[in-house]
C-alpha cells in the first residue's frame, strides 16, 4: 500500500502486528499529519528496526517533482509533477496575506473537454489516487517549509467527481482531526456538476462545493461543457437544492466570463433565475485566453456591466482574476505544454530535478 493511503487505523493495525508500541503509531501520525512530512529518514525519534518494517510495509515514494515555476508579481508557484508512469500533472500553491492556498489535481487530463479549457483539450490518462492528491499537499509543503498551507482546492487538472472514491478518501483525511485536521471550510472541491456525485457528497463528506457553472442558458453551456447534454441546468440544480438541504451549506458558483459568449444581459438574467432557491455567492472569472482557442477574455465593461446586473438584484459577485498568469497558472496550463515550451516561459523557472 502506498503510505498516503493509509489511514491513522490503519497505520495502528500495522504496527500492531509487527509487535510495536501503540505510542509508535501515534508518532508516525504526527510526523505525517502533523509535521506533514513523509520521508522516513527524516522521522528522527524512530528507531531504525521500525523505520525499516515501515518501509518494506508501504511504498514510500511521491510523484518527482520536475519543475517549479514561480511568479515573480503574486507569489504564485507552480509545480509540475511526474507520476511513476511518467505522466506529468500539476499542483499551485497560491500565497496570500493570510492564507496559503494549494490547487491540487485530480486526475490527469479530463474527460470532459470543456471547450475553454487546456486540460479538456489534453484528453484524459488516468484518475489520481488518494496518495497521489495527498503526495500534492506535502510536495507543496516541503515548498513552502515553514508557512503551512491552510487552504486546498480542487481545482487543478481533472474532474474531482469523476474520480469520486480517491477524492473522498483524500478530502476525508485532510478534513479529520485524526488526519491532517483542516477545517472543513477550507476544502472546497470543484465540479462541473456531475448531479449523483453532488448528492452523494453531501452524505459523504463535509467539504465546500463549487461549480464551474459558466452559463445558465443550456445551449450557451452546452456549447461550452458538453457534460450540460448529459446533465442539463435543470437536473444540475435539483442535485444543488438536494445538497443544500441535506448540507445547509452556501455554494460557490464559478463563471468564466467570455468575450461575446456568456456576457449578455440574457445570460445574466438567466444566472439570476438559476440562483433562485440555492444559497451560493458567484465568483466572476475573466477567462484566460490561450493560443489554439477560439474565445477571447471578455472586456472590461462586459464584466462590469455584468457584475452590475447582479448587483443591483441583490447578487454579489466579486470579479476573480486569476493568480500566477506569467507562470500559467490557470486550470491545464501548465501540464499541456511540453519541456521545450517551458524553456520558453517569462517567469523565474528553478529546475528541481530532471
Ligand atoms: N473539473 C473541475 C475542476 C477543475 S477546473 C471543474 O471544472 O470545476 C478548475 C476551474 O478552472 C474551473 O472552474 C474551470 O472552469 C476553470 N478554468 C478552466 N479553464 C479556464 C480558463 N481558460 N480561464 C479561466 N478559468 C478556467
Ligand atoms: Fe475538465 Fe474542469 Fe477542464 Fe471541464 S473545466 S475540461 S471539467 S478540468
Known sequence: MDILEATPEILSE?????GFPRFRAQQVCEWIFTKRVVELDKMSNLPAPLKAYLREQFTWQLPEVVHTLTSDDDGTTKLLLRSKDQRVFETVIMRYPKRTTICVSSEIGCKLACSFCQTGKLGFFRHLSAHEILAQFHLAQS????RPITHVVFMGMGEPFLNYDAVLRATNRLISPEGYGLSSRRVTVSTSGIPERIIDFSRDSTARLAISLHA????????????????PLATLKNALQVYQTATGQKLTIEYILIQNVNTSIADAK?????????KAKVNLIPFNAHPGL???RAEEPEILAFQQYLSTRSIPAPVRYSRGLTVSGGCGQLAAKTEAQLEETPARKNVVAS
Open 143 to 146: 515548498i513552502l517549509g515553514d
Open 270 to 278: 438567466a444566472l439570476v433565475q438559476f440562483l433562485q432557491g440555492l
Open 294 to 296: 477560439a474565445y477571447e
Open 216 to 231: 445558465a442558458r443550456d445551449e450557451v453551456r452546452t456549447s461550452l461543457m458538453p457534460i450540460n447534454r448529459k446533465y
Open 14 to 18: 500495522t504496527l500492531k502486528k509487527g
